[in-house]
């Protein structure tokens, strides 16, 4: 071999292995940076826009806010202000109630793993057509108009504790109303006092794993409009319940994040 072949030789063996160690390095950065915090990637955003547009992704990165997608079913919100707007179309019986089919692998998930803890869930509630609230409604405003109140007194009275038909959150297939055997053995109802006992401490520690959260917290009336109740579960998938698990949060407060 000449001199000057080998020094091609080295320049080659040196320069082409050095080109293997840095490449790695180089998929590396590119692994750092996902494709949803580039800004390019959204070229329908005004330029004023972008500042705020790269806050919110910021917040959102550093937060591990899951992105909030209004449509997303998983997500619907009904309430006093937002009536459901059509009835769900994919019900199947769990439980001797009827629930969203979409919603039965992490319940049953969630009442296998209560058992396993020996907690025996059991629904007592699920859901409930609008044509059905409107029957208990009416039920309660006849009987306070029997009892001599003027037609506004009645529904006041009814409102005390019913929902107007239409803003159940029963109505999408997405809520359950849980209890336990223990509890329901000793005469136990949907009472605050649930909140306090194995079952319902049970509930508020686990049910965000399976995609539930407990969707009428304390002290968050001023969003929900509905008191403390610790046996209400509603789907909306993991990410979303432990996120606002995590940061107290009640879906109205959530969906205003969005
Ligand atoms: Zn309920």
Redesign the pocket.
Known sequence: MSKSFKKIFWVFLISGSMLILLSPLKTGHTQEAPEKFNVTNFPQIQKNQIGDFVQRLKKARDNQLPTIDVTDWRLILVNRNYPITSEPTHLTTFDNRQVDERIIPELTAMFTAASNQQIQLEVV?AYRSVEYQANLFNQSIEKASAEGMTPEQAKEEALRYRTEPGTS??HTGL?I?VLDRNWLAQGGLLSEDYGQTAGGKWLAENVATFGFIIRYPENKISSTFIEY?P??LRYVGVENAKYMTEHQLSLEEYLSQG
């Open positions: 509630s959150e029963h809520a109303d109740e046996w209400h």
